[in-house]
């Protein structure tokens, strides 16, 4: 049994509201037609070249990725520039690329912030910062955490449960200090330190966090920072996404998780410390 891309589409936006999606966002259909039949289904965090190259070899007629090829109006996609060749590829291949971004980052259960939280051991998460009161949909997550480690052992938790990157996990604030609540979020998430405090957590998990702001955050009271690579903040929605693709469509189509990991640092060298 096959499904339509239409049908995969169709089943991806119940659970990934295009009106979730921030304004200035590009989510949706890339590349594909909606006739064409979709047997296999690969989900990524990024559209690059090394998922393609995946994809294709896996057979996939479908590339689900987190992260949008197209955020700024382009006036082509010649074969000679690193995203128009993606285009081209997939193309020529016959395969499809759509992209999920802040709308699976405001969905509800299954969207990127529930599965990071879900991931690090969060207890009845919520929303940081619902779409509206009492909403399952909205950006960040706060909850209870699991066993209320200490700042460092819950940065050490962090470290084993997402994927391994060069620059690992970053840690501002007393690693002895308990953590009995959690936010996080999933991407740049810095401006809801504010929220996760007023929320009593003691702690947020985020990425791409710039000096400044820890800076100024650390010399105040509130949420302690954790800071890891954007891409594996995200990378724990792929196999929730894929397992509810695959159940949406009754395994109409095999769903598959891209092994790539396309964060874009490759090297940390570890300095003597005096």
Known sequence: MTATLGEVIAALDARYAPALAEGWDAVGLVCGDPADPVERVVFAVDP??????????????????????????????????PKGRVVHRLVRAGAALFVAH???????????NDALAAAVGL??????????????????????????????EFAERVARVLPATAGGVRVAGD???????????????????????????????????KHHVVSERQQSTGAALCDVAHFASEWPWLPVAAETLSGDLDGRVEVLVSSRRTDPWTALVEQERS
Do not use: I
Not at 102 to 112: H, S
């Open 123 to 152: 207890v009845a998460a919520r929303p940081l910062e619902p779409v509206a009161p009492g909403s399952r949909q909205g950006l960040g997550r706060v909850g209870r955490v699991a066993g209320e480690p200490t700042l460092r």
């Open 175 to 209: 690693l002895g200090r308990p953590v009995r609540t959690a936010a996080v979020c999933g991407g740049s998430g810095g401006s809801l330190w504010e929220a996760a405090t007023a929320a009593g957590a003691d702690v947020l998990l985020t990425s791409d966090l």
């Open 48 to 81: 690059v070249a090394e998922v393609v190259d995946e994809a294709l070899e896996a057979g996939a007629q479908l590339v689900v990725t987190h992260h949008p090829l197209f955020l700024t109006a382009v006036h082509g996609v010649p074969a000679d520039d």
């Open 102 to 112: 802040t709308n699976a980052d405001r969905a509800a259960d299954v969207g990127v």
